[in-house]
């Protein structure tokens, strides 16, 4: 058996539970992997259990953006690292706006398209990506 990756929903570890054969049920002989803490679980499976590890492990990698409340809703970011950044910058400008009842807050959060959204939106002229590095280079000058 191959190493299980912890869980992708809440980190903690995954283990392989097999279903007795000898029982009266339809899924006798089954076996499965999951979670020890949420029990997120693969689909049973009976005859091919050499792809069962392979099941769990295989992920889609996460895509990040910077999910702002408002009018442009979201923001392709490279990582997470960035997504965190972005928002940290959008909420700051926020915050020196909010006596003009301006309500803006921005989180970090999973890219909700495909890749390919992400990718089209990342190559898009953004004015909140362009606002942080004009920002941050202002910063680096003044230093």
Known sequence: MTDLLPCPFCGSPAQRCDVPADIEDENAGA???ECSRCSA???LHFDRKENLERSWNDRAAIIWC???RGPDDVVACAD???AVKLCDEINAVA???AHLDVMCIAYPAVWPGSAQSHAAD???DNGYR???VTNTRE???EQ
């Open 95 to 97: 915050k020196s706006v």
């Open 31 to 33: 076996s499965y992997i």
């Open 139 to 141: 910063k680096t000058d």
């Open 80 to 82: 997470y690292d960035a």
């Open 41 to 43: 679980c693969t689909a």
């Open 130 to 132: 362009k606002a942080v």
């Open 122 to 124: 990342l190559a898009r």
């Open 66 to 68: 910077a999910h702002v």
